[in-house]
């Protein structure tokens, strides 16, 4: 996954200027979900049943980005 650069909220339309607090809470909540992702690898290289994973995988996937949208708190037309 690639690093994106960081953003203030301040060149983005529709997102106010995230303080130091928020950018905390997303990053941990993105390295909970990073290191979820990886442990889902690892169960599909153990054996795990990959349509599993693979459905796991996606509700991490929108859980985060809902959890992320829940702190930087988008307009209602983001």
């Known amino acids: 996954m690639s690093e994106a ?3 203030d ?3 983005v339309k529709g997102y106010r200027r995230l303080t130091s607090g928020d ?3 997303m ?3 993105k390295d909970v979900s990073r290191h979820f992702l990886n442990l889902l690898d690892t169960a ?5 049943d990959p ?3 693979a459905m796991a995988k ?3 996937e929108k859980a985060c980005v809902f959890a992320c949208r829940s702190v930087v708190q988008p307009d209602d037309d983001c």
């Open 44 to 48: 599909e290289e153990t054996g795990a």
């Open 9 to 11: 909220g301040s060149t």
């Open 5 to 7: 650069k960081p953003q």
């Open 23 to 25: 950018i905390e809470v």
């Open 51 to 53: 349509r599993w994973v």
């Open 58 to 60: 996606t509700g991490m």
């Open 27 to 29: 990053n941990r909540l």
